[in-house]
């Protein structure tokens, strides 16, 4: 029944904006043509990706694009020579840093990313491009980007309170509290509307293959935003029913059938919406190998008949 109600949450209007926000994505640039593109970025040689990057780089700055160029040394003194005490987090492709940015008197969230590996080049694309294109009030909004050199460089809006997972999953770490049950649900309703509108608004549709508690930021009155759109990419298209592709995502948070034939949907993206919901009633982490055996698969765990 309270996963029901939550989805009445939904508003009315944000159905009836979907031709005109279709419309604006189009007018911007061909999405469709142009995020298919980033799909073969993996099989280029490291010359190739550099020249690659700059060329879509330098069509990205002649569109409407709002996000904003940095040289690398802006960001240098925005975030005082990324300095480790100004860093907020590190993942699989590069560290996050605090940064204020003097021009604008404005504090950033400034995302280095890994300049050796393929997916950091590859997820500076696709983020850039995404964030560009797509707008919305659960979406974290792009400020700007550096590509200096062999620099790869995302500077977002700061979000105040972390991660969800800050707040529900790493509580010994953090010292936070834990979340009360009506924020959990107004945290659960905005990243439902944040994936709607990339599966039902944004044309072509967007399958964002990396839902998971630390990719959704809270703002200081906690209204979630989904952030690091690095393995996104464009859906079904065309009356396809799916999008062949290379397994990616978070172990746990993973559709099965997606996991076991390579086979991409939005209803993907929507499997690792309900395995956040649960770690959200619950508290517990998707898999946590220091539980009992028949409990270290939360799904597993509670789809089981003695749970149920």
């Not at 939550?6 to 469709?32: H, P, V, W, Y």
């Not at 690398?72 to 100004?86: D, G, I, M, S």
């Amino acid at each position: 029944m309270k996963m029901n109600c939550l989805f009445c949450c939904m508003s009315e209007r944000q159905f009836t904006r979907r031709s005109s926000s279709r419309q604006g994505i189009k007018d911007c640039i061909d999405a469709n043509n142009t995020l298919s593109r980033f799909d073969n970025i993996s099989y280029k040689t490291d010359s190739s990706r550099r020249r690659f990057i700059s060329e879509e780089i330098s069509k990205l700055g002649k569109g409407k694009i709002s996000a904003q160029i940095f040289t690398f040394r802006e960001l240098c003194v925005a975030t005082k020579n990324f300095n480790p005490e100004n860093q907020l987090g590190e993942g699989g492709f590069g560290r996050v840093y605090k940064g204020h940015i003097e021009t604008t008197q404005k504090v950033v969230a400034v995302k280095q990313l890994d300049k050796n590996g393929y997916q950091g080049n590859r997820e500076f694309l696709v983020e850039v491009m995404m964030l560009s294109l797509l707008h919305h009030q659960n979406l974290v909004n792009l400020v700007g980007y550096c590509a200096d050199g062999d620099q790869r460089i995302l500077v977002y809006e700061y979000m105040p309170n972390g991660s969800l997972d800050d707040h529900l999953l790493d509580l010994a770490r953090t010292k936070k509290k834990p979340l009360d049950w009506d924020t959990r649900m107004k945290v659960a309703a905005g990243a439902a509307r944040g994936l709607e509108y990339l599966h039902e608004t944004a044309d072509p549709p967007v399958v964002y293959r990396d839902f998971k508690a630390s990719n959704i930021l809270l703002d200081q009155e906690f209204n979630p935003k989904l952030s690091d759109f690095g393995l996104a990419k464009v859906g079904p298209t065309g009356g396809q029913t799916h999008v062949s592709t290379r397994v990616m995502g978070t172990y746990g948070y993973c559709a099965p059938e997606y996991a076991l034939t390579g086979q991409l949907t939005v209803k993907s993206d929507v499997y690792s919406f309900g395995v956040v919901f649960l770690e959200m009633i619950t508290g517990r982490r998707v898999i946590d190998t220091t539980k009992p055996t028949r409990e270290q698969n939360l799904v597993t765990w509670v789809t089981s008949e003695s749970v149920v």
